[in-house]
């Protein structure tokens, strides 16, 4: 069965600073691997997404994330962290059958200081 | 497009009431699924399915049916209100192949008291 660990369940940083959100996966393949952003009260918004190829992907509002194999890791990174980057950051694993079926993990919830 | 819709946002009910959350997206996706959401835990699958008239139950099923008639609604039915069902609902669509990710509507926060 496919499983996510997000170990930081908070992270805070200041403004201006540089951000990894760290992600590790359980997965008998070569797994479908997302990261989403949730803002409070809100849904789910696709940041980036891993299918195959390039092991690096860029996402939308500068963020970025390495498929490491050998870690079992997709770890979310950006350079400099803006006010609007405080939110719910979800990692998840993606069945490459059976629907695509989403396995999250619990989530790395982002406090950012001005 | 409106994307993924949910209804209603916003629920209360007594405990043995059931109840249906509707879910529509307007994108032609073949696939559909519910998840619930509480914290600490991430999201879980509920149900999910791969295209009208085929469903399949997810991590955690039960209390909860859902048929998928047609391809554009996808609605989840609680049989019989617990107050372990309160949570945040959220429904997503999306196509099969490597290109696509899943589009999520913006929940349905259920309680049951």
């Known amino acids: 069965a496919q499983s996510v660990t997000q170990p930081d369940i908070h992270i805070t940083v200041s403004e201006g600073a540089s951000l990894e959100l760290r992600c590790n996966y359980s997965y008998g393949a070569t797994p479908y691997l997302f990261w989403y952003v949730q803002s409070p009260g809100q849904g789910l918004q696709l940041l980036l997404k891993?299918?195959?190829?390039?092991?690096l992907v860029q996402g939308i509002k500068g963020f970025e994330a390495e498929f490491k194999r050998s870690q079992s890791s997709f770890n979310l990174r950006k350079p400099s962290v803006h006010w609007s980057d405080a939110a719910e950051y979800f990692c998840a694993v993606g069945a490459r059958a059976a629907g695509n079926k989403l396995t999250f993990g619990g989530g790395t919830r982002v406090l950012v200081k001005p | 497009n409106a994307g993924v819709t949910q209804t209603p946002k916003f629920q209360v009910l007594k405990t043995g009431q059931s109840m249906t959350l509707q879910c529509a997206q307007d994108?032609?996706?073949?696939?559909m699924s519910w998840y619930r959401q509480d914290p600490g835990m991430g999201l879980r699958l509920i149900h999910y399915s791969v295209g009208a008239g085929i469903t399949d139950q997810g991590e955690v099923p039960n209390g909860y049916n859902v048929s998928r008639s047609t391809t554009e609604d996808f609605p989840l039915r609680l049989l019989s209100a617990a107050p372990s069902q309160t949570s945040v609902y959220f429904c997503?669509?999306?196509?099969?192949?490597?290109?696509?990710?899943?589009?999520f509507g913006s929940g349905t926060r259920l309680t049951v008291v």
């Open positions: 997503a669509s999306s196509n099969p192949g490597q290109g696509y990710g899943y589009t």
């Open positions: 891993y299918f195959s190829g390039d092991t």
């Open positions: 994108m032609n996706h073949e696939y």
